[in-house]
């Protein structure tokens, strides 16, 4: 039976792990953090009847939290860390980092794939326990796994190597540019 | 291992290990938010019973009798977007009207709303489907003009923009409107053709809201890092918006070259541009302030400089000017602006 000293020393050893997966899934350090509580609260009301190995449970908690979040919550402002201005569509500017491209591109992933994605890959789960996590079959995983990975690969932003050194190379006056474009915006 | 998996793992490594540093106090909060959790569930079970209740006395005979036709709804009410809410500073949100604009899957292109204006200050909230890449985002229009912001890019999150209505006014007609999206805003200006773009459907909504009745003061950061990107900090301002709203920086360069970061706290924090005018016949550089959100330390940020070349070795003056979309004095907005030197 666990008591309440295990669940103090579980969340102050697997707490800074837990956060770095919940910012994964959501892409934002405080909402990371009230995912975070959120599952750790969820995981102490039935604290008592976990088995040895709290971890795969309370990933299990967080990731279904994420989920639901993801349905139902409503946020208000949208964090970026680039300004509006240089995110417009036909400006490729700012997204030839094939990083930041990346990243991006994992934001726009449905949040069931994105969460396969970082249970697989970060959390390095095997397919068995990401299919445990999230309630589905091992096929299920599979499946999203293969999906996931396709769109990342084939996603439009992802510029090949070769358009890459060209786009690149225009980035050098990117400040110039994003300084034209805006004054022009501005009333 | 497809060179896409391991950068993937690489890219969840880096992209998280800049985890704030840990809360020695998440216990506490934690113990706080179970005990609240407790009194909740128990509330709630309570509810439940009175519930059950009061559907046996009042609701089944309600449902029993006939009831008057309801009135059709003008628009589609969306829960994403709650009639009501209260942001962090204590400013109180009323929606006025919802909408939808159902590009994707009915084809729709245009909606106008009209609403009335009473004086307040008016926001309006988008939210795409998610995960649909880069969209077509519905342009603003308010009685036909452009809004002075439009929405960020598609990710599924309600995004919250101030909308500008002519002074005055009693009522305002608010169109969304994907039709010229990327087009210019000028009659007849040519329409490039944007295939990555896909359409979305949005909901959309109008709240109109009353600012907390004293200022707010913004959340207090650390000082923004003294290098960055091989570059030294050779001057810095900061202040809180409306009481600040300028700054004059003097630095040299020997290396010819400068480097601009600025970040902002505070509920508006986004709404806040700095326009920058250096020395020299140069364009002014203006850009959104970059909200720190759930840290208090900007070098913990993966913000880029904003590189300007200069002369080698000579004086250069930088005047910044805060400029407020749709902001109000009692929500301030914290600022903290550096220049960066090749050395």
Redesign the interface.
Request: no cysteine.
């Given at each position: 039976m666990r008591d309440r000293a295990d669940f103090?020393a579980f969340?102050?050893a697997r707490?800074?792990r837990l956060?770095?997966?919940a910012?994964?899934l959501c892409h934002?350090?405080?909402?990371?953090?009230d995912l975070l509580?959120?599952a750790?609260?969820r995981a102490?009301?039935s604290w008592g009847r976990v088995g040895e190995h709290p971890d795969a449970y309370v990933s299990r908690i967080l990731v279904n939290a994420y989920l639901s979040w993801?349905r139902?919550?409503?946020?208000?402002?949208?964090?970026?860390?680039?300004?509006?201005?240089t995110?417009?569509?036909?400006d490729l500017i700012g997204l030839t980092d094939?990083?930041t491209v990346?990243?991006a591109a994992?934001?726009?992933?449905?949040?069931r794939q994105r969460a396969v994605?970082?249970l697989r890959?970060?959390e390095d789960l095997s397919e068995v326990s990401v299919a445990r996590a999230l309630n589905c079959s091992v096929g299920t995983v599979k499946s999203q796994t293969s999906k996931a990975?396709a769109k990342?690969?084939i996603?439009?932003?992802l510029v090949p190597p070769a358009a890459a050194s060209t786009v690149r190379a225009s980035t050098v006056k990117a400040?110039?540019v994003?300084?034209?474009t805006?004054?022009r915006e501005?009333? | 291992m497809t060179r896409t998996v391991r950068d993937l793992r690489e890219l969840f490594d880096d992209m998280s290990a800049d985890a704030p540093a840990d809360r020695p106090r998440r216990i506490d909060e934690l113990d706080r938010r179970i005990r609240h959790d407790s009194r909740r569930r128990s509330t709630t079970l309570a509810l439940a019973g009175v519930a059950a209740l009061t559907a046996v006395t009042v609701l089944i005979p309600t449902v029993l009798l006939p009831r008057a036709p309801e009135k059709p709804q003008e628009t589609m009410a969306t829960p994403e977007l709650p009639p009501r809410f209260t942001a962090k500073d204590g400013a109180e949100y009323r929606r006025l009207v919802t909408t939808t604009l159902k590009t994707k899957t009915k084809g729709e292109k245009k909606k106008s709303v009209t609403i009335p204006v009473s004086g307040k200050p008016l926001d309006v909230a988008g939210l795409c489907d998610a995960a649909t890449g880069l969209t077509e985002r519905p342009m603003v229009l308010v009685n036909g003009k452009p809004n002075h912001r439009g929405f960020s890019d598609c990710t599924g999150k309600a995004d919250l923009i101030s909308l500008n209505v002519p002074k005055g006014a009693k009522e305002a007609t608010v169109t969304f409107d994907t039709t010229a999206w990327g087009c210019g805003r000028k009659k007849g200006e040519p329409c490039p053709s944007i295939p990555i773009m896909k359409p979305a459907d949005w909901a959309l909504a109008i709240y109109e809201w009353t600012p907390p009745a004293r200022p707010v003061e913004p959340e207090r950061f650390k000082a923004l890092p003294r290098e960055r990107e091989g570059m030294k900090v050779a001057g810095d301002a900061s202040g809180v918006w409306p009481r600040q709203k300028s700054f004059k920086l003097t630095v040299t360069s020997r290396g010819g070259k400068l480097g601009i970061n600025h970040v902002c706290t505070g509920e508006l924090a986004e709404r806040l541009l700095i326009r920058y005018r250096i020395s020299g016949d140069r364009p002014t550089y203006t850009s959104r302030c970059y909200p720190l959100d759930g840290s208090t330390d900007p070098a913990l940020g993966r913000w880029v400089l904003t590189e300007v070349k200069v002369p080698k070795g000579k004086k250069i003056t930088i005047r910044g000017t805060m400029m407020m979309q749709g902001g109000h004095p009692n929500r301030p907005v914290r600022w903290s602006a550096a220049v960066y030197v090749l050395p």
């Open positions: 103090v969340v102050e707490s800074p956060l770095r997966t910012y994964l934002d350090w405080a909402q990371a953090e509580q959120t750790l609260v102490w009301r993801r139902r919550f409503w946020r208000r402002e949208l964090p970026t860390d680039a300004p509006p201005e995110a417009a569509p036909g094939e990083r990346l990243w994992l934001r726009r992933l449905p949040p994605l970082v890959f970060f990975l990342l690969r996603d439009p932003e400040s110039t994003k300084a034209s805006v004054n501005l009333p | -």
